[in-house]
């Protein structure tokens, strides 16, 4: 047998679990791109959270509902933010 011919051999032997690693490397890309923007969305979250307990404070509105607020409005600004990056 020549050395083509093994390789070739080895090539088909193994080539579905070669196609089977990639996806899986894949699938795992995906993920970890997923939780990063994620994390980045929670960044967002607190900063607006914090503007929003800032404003509340000097404002005279109620603290809780400050965080609330501003919370859900740096969310929204981060799911738009990491959205447009990843396009």
Avoid: N
Wanted: proline letters at 1%; glycine letters at 12%.
């Amino acid at each position: 047998m020549e050395k083509t011919q093994a390789d070739a051999i080895a090539h088909a032997v193994m080539e579905p679990d070669l196609r089977v690693q990639e996806e899986i490397r894949r699938k795992r890309a995906a993920e970890s791109a997923q939780l990063a923007r994620k994390r980045r969305v929670a960044w967002f979250s607190l900063v607006g959270a914090g503007a929003g307990a800032a404003v509340a404070y000097y404002g005279g509105f109620r603290f809780s509902q400050g965080v609330l607020y501003g919370g859900l409005a740096g969310s929204a600004v981060g799911w738009l933010i990491t959205r447009r990056a990843m396009a």
